[in-house]
Nanobody
Framework: QVQLEESGGGSVQAGGSLRLSCETTEYIFSRYKMGWFRQVPGKEREGVVAIDSGGRTKYAESVKGRFIVSKDNAENTLRLQMNNLKPEDTGMYYC?????????????????????WGQGTQVTVSS
């Protein structure tokens, strides 16, 4: 069972910051490719950033320069620092993982084959 638990969402004004966390097990954290995705009602879940086990990243163009993904090895936690937030960043943010396939191709295009997801954390940015 792949356990992914997100936290850190909330409501902020445009220009503000939030830090999301995705806690998992050491086995998943050290071996799986991971990523952050977001979804708004009526739209498909899109990739925000992907990171592989070697630390190689891919960001969606819409968040480049504002979002930073990092791996907290001591806590087995994937983090997403979101700065200069915009109203269009509003959505439910999900952590995802796969053992064998990079999630880079899922940024930003949706990938229906991803099987392992967290429960999501809501981010709301007001103007």
């Amino acid at each position: 069972q792949v356990q992914l638990e997100e936290s850190g969402g909330g409501s902020v004004q445009a220009g503000g910051s939030l830090r999301l966390s995705c806690e998992t097990t050491e086995y998943i954290f050290s071996r799986y490719k991971m990523g952050w995705f977001r979804q708004v009602p009526g739209k498909e879940r899109e990739g925000v950033v992907a990171i592989d086990s070697g630390g190689r990243t891919k960001y969606a163009e819409s968040v480049k320069g504002r979002f930073i993904v990092s791996k907290d090895n001591a806590e087995n936690t994937l983090r997403l620092q979101m700065n200069n937030l915009k109203p269009e960043d509003t959505g439910m943010y999900y952590c995802a993982a796969d053992r064998f396939t990079t999630l880079h191709d899922c940024v930003p295009s949706p990938c229906s084959w991803i099987k392992h997801w967290g429960q999501g954390t809501q981010v709301t940015v007001s103007s």
